[in-house]
């Protein structure tokens, strides 16, 4: 099929928010490189504000509640059938949008499916004789896919932050009127093997706010809201818990104010990338080769420690071979702390 042939390609892109926040780059070049292209996007309704930088694109939520159960999933592939797309791309790689995309398949349709590069992950985590080369990351790869579909294109350049705009009341009112410089920072997981160790943590909010104007800890789950709503007790001219109180949206706002974020292989390194905030990375389990350190990132803003065990998860959940979690304790919140200034610049 050639490109003139395809007048409207569905997109499929289910699974998990970091992997969704990735993707958005890929579609910003195919939107840009073709205008004429009618592009429905079946995603889940709360990623919604992930895409709001691809303009013209239309939207199917796979999670409405008339698509739920297996009569739902009927009432879904029927929706999709009746939409007439000339291609699929299945960004995704997930049991439901292989089930769907490839019912989807007569002759004069084009599927293409997403390689999630398992093997060269577990050569990168296996205990010993691990293969040390970058994985190819999921945005270069979902143009790739695109490319294979007879829609090539170059990836856009990275976002780079305007600041530009004022914060609306809702973020307002909890972040206040910006003077200096603002610092995000997302350290704790729900997995060791990528979680900052606590005693650092709290070292490194105490560090940032005896320096900066307002420093922001976000977090998700009760036990990460905790440590937030702590360190917002404890400076509370200075640090501001966001923890479970902005939308999606507001989020992303914010990270735009944001001069600096200091954060772990979680969601908020992939959503400031969108916004085109720098982030300081900290890796421990995982590595910046398993995917990538945020798309337009600067490697060097990118932490970790030498060590022959890692990386040893792709996402964090395996226990630590010695028990000790070295990888991530030897992170010094003053190493951190100074890489901060390096990119800030100004005293508060």
Known sequence: MNTSSIKHILVIRLGSLSSAAMCVHALRGLVRDFPELRVTLLTHSAYEPLFAAVAGVDFLFADQPQYRGLAGKLRLWWHIQRLGADAVADLSATPLSRLLSQSLTPWRRRVAHLDKQRLEGKALTRKFRKVMVQRTPLPTRSRDLFASLGLPFCMPAPVRRTNTSE?????????????????GASLLSSHHGTCYPLPLAAELIKLLASRYERV??????????????????????????????????????????????VSIDNNILRLASLVGTPVISLWGATHPYLESSGYGQDPKYAIQ??????????????????????CMNSIAPEEVFRRVKAITGRRK
């Open 216 to 261: 922001f800890v976000f977090g998700d789950g009760e036990y990460q809201r905790q440590f937030c709503e702590g360190m917002q007790s404890l400076y509370p001219s200075t640090v501001v818990s966001v923890a479970g109180k902005l939308t999606l949206s507001q989020q992303l706002e914010l990270l735009s104010h944001l001069d600096v974020v």
């Open 305 to 326: 420690c030498d060590l022959p065990c890692r990386p040893c998860s792709t996402s964090g959940r395996r226990r630590c071979l010695f028990g000790s979690y070295e």
């Open 167 to 183: 914060l609306s009341h809702a973020v307002e009112i909890l972040s206040g009127k910006k003077r200096s410089v603002w610092v």
